[in-house]
């Protein structure tokens, strides 16, 4: 465990101010989501159709490792993508309206939930199981190319740490000695199936070391950690030192998708006294650093800045039909 000593009071603020942030979109997600799905539960009905996946408990991954980052830094998340683009600074507003599938949205409500790109912020996403790795590695490379000392942060799960995509990107990234971050989410389940069902070693850090990179596995969801191991990896890419990997033990709080019964959760009853928001809020009022007063404001705050976003997206207007095939190609013309 990182010595808090180490990170001042007022990052470790801040660090509690994303984590509140991203835990209160999640939660006007989860809202609005099962608002129109019934009666019983139609994936398809609503103001957000198609499926949900919500990181509420994974929140420290993306406040530790985005602290470190500026909007010119370039993020590549998975298909649980929010925390990572609240962390990031993506506009709350158009991606809300992406989610609800609005006009006025990042991708103008064609992409999706799981399809989230903002250039703005070389922020992007996908729903295909470690694909964010390789793009990640054009950005780096041509972040090196260009001679900046601009980093790539590629997301993915511990499942997704079994897939060719995983290993073909740290084998090349410490190839060319790219600067990227590689990041790791392990939540114990990979869908439904466990790690120790799936994974023949117990933390994906170690594989690190086959692509001669540093590995550092976090234990505990501890967000000063993350802080600490994301501020030595992202140091060492933008000093022209190559890719490091970070594995971070954090908590799927909620199900795999929404509607997910999670009959195949034999810890489903003890997850909830694993939060994170709570425990870190302990940790920072121990150290004298937050009352129940400033507490209570960066919550208001969040809440604000959500249902301003909320509301934005229910006011903004769907895609005309006549233009779905829009957008196919990069200039505009329909299929």
Known sequence: MTDP??????????????????????????????????????????????EMHLAAGQEPVAAGVCAHLTT????????????????????LRRMAAEIFGRETGLGRGRGGHMHLFDPATHFSCSGIIAEGYPPALGQAFAFQRKGTDRVAVAVTGEGAANQGAFHESLNLAALWRLPVVFVVEDNDWGISVPRASSTCVPSNAVRAAGYDMPGERIEDNAVEAVYAAAGRAVARARAGDGPSLIEVHTLRLWGHFEGDAQAYRKDIEDVPGRDPLPTYERTLSAAGLLDAAAAATIKSDAVARVEDAVTFAKNSPTPDPDEARRYVFADGRVA
């Open 72 to 91: 010119d830094d370039a993020v590549t998340a998975t298909h649980r993508p929010h925390h990572f683009a609240v962390a990031h600074g993506v506009d």
């Open 5 to 50: 000593d180490e990170i001042d009071g007022a990052t470790r603020v801040e660090l509690y101010r994303t984590m509140v942030l991203a835990r209160t979109f999640e939660e006007a997600m989860l809202r609005e989501y099962h608002a129109d799905k019934g009666p019983g539960f139609d994936i398809g009905k609503g103001l957000v159709p198609g």
